[in-house]
C-alpha cells in the first residue's frame, strides 16, 4: 500500500474518556493493520495489531476495528490515562510488503 | 534478550559530507528496514533488506543507500548530505515468520545536518 490518511493529527481528552484515532487506506490487497505508539522521545512500539480476517480485536484498554469495504480501521483507547499521552502511528501492508505508516496522531490525556 | 541496536545516537554534519548509520537486528530476526522519521511528517519508508538482499525501497534518491551483512546487521549510507536529510533514523527488525509485520525499532539514530 502506498497511501495511509490518519485523522485526527492532534486529540485532547479528559483522563477517563475514550479516545478514537481513523486511518484509510487505498490498498486492497492491504491485509495486515498494526497499530504503533511512541512516546516522547523513545522508540515506536506495536500495542496492537489486526488482521484482514478479523473485524475487530481487543486487548485490555484498546481495542482495534477494521471494515474493510470502506478500507479503514481505527484504534479505541477507553478510560484514557496520562500515561497513554504520546504520538500513535496506522500503519499498513500486504503481502509480506514493507509497512506504510500514517502521519500520526498526538493523544494529549489531560488531567 | 537484547532489543535492535542503532549507532551512533547522534550526528553533526555538514552538507555535502558523507554518513554511516549502523543497525543491530535481535537475535534471530532476518529482516532489517530503515525508516526517516523527519518532524512532523511521520515514518517515510527507505529500505528493506533481508537474507543480505535489498527486498524493496521507498521513494527516496540514489544516494541513500545500505546494505546488510551475513550477521544480519546492516548499515544506511547517505552522501552528499542535504538540509532535508536531518531526521531521525529508525532500524526495525523482524522475523522471518512476520515478513514486513511485527517490526520493532531501535531507538534510533537523530542526525542534523548543517
Known amino acids: 500500500g502506498e497511501n495511509v490518511e490518519q485523522h485526527p493529527s492532534t486529540l485532547s481528552v479528559q483522563e477517563g474518556d475514550s479516545a478514537v484515532i481513523k486511518c484509510t487506506y487505498s490498498?486492497?490487497?492491504?491485509?495486515?493493520f498494526p497499530w504503533y505508539k511512541q512516546e516522547l522521545g523513545k522508540r515506536p512500539q506495536l500495542i496492537i495489531d489486526?488482521?484482514?480476517?478479523?473485524g475487530e480485536k481487543k486487548d485490555q484498554r484498546i481495542a482495534v476495528t477494521l471494515n474493510k469495504t470502506a478500507k479503514h480501521f481505527s484504534l479505541h483507547i477507553t478510560e484514557t490515562q496520562p500515561e497513554d499521552s504520546a504520538v500513535y502511528f496506522c500503519a499498513e501492508t500486504g503481502g509480506g510488503n514493507k509497512l506504510t505508516f500514517g502521519t500520526g496522531t498526538q493523544l494529549k490525556v489531560e488531567l | 534478550e537484547a532489543g535492535v541496536t542503532q549507532s551512533p545516537t547522534h550526528l553533526i554534519k555538514t552538507r555535502g559530507q558523507q554518513v554511516t548509520l549502523r543497525c543491530s537486528p535481535i537475535?534471530?530476526?532476518?529482516?532489517v528496514y530503515w525508516y526517516q522519521q523527519a518532524l512532523g511528517l511521520g515514518l517515510q519508508f527507505l529500505l528493506w533488506y533481508d537474507e543480505g538482499e535489498e527486498r524493496n525501497r521507498g521513494n527516496f534518491p540514489p544516494r541513500f543507500s545500505g546494505r546488510q551483512f551475513p550477521n544480519y546487521s546492516s548499515e544506511l549510507n547517505v552522501n552528499a548530505l542535504e538540509l532535508e536529510d536531518s531526521a531521525l533514523y529508525l532500524c526495525a527488525s523482524s522475523h522471518r515468520q512476520f515478513l514486513g509485520e511485527k517490526l520493532f525499532f531501535g531507538s534510533g539514530t537523530q542526525l542534523s545536518v548543517l
Open positions: 490498498d486492497s490487497a492491504s491485509n495486515y
Open positions: 537475535s534471530g530476526h532476518t529482516s
Open positions: 489486526i488482521r484482514s480476517n478479523v
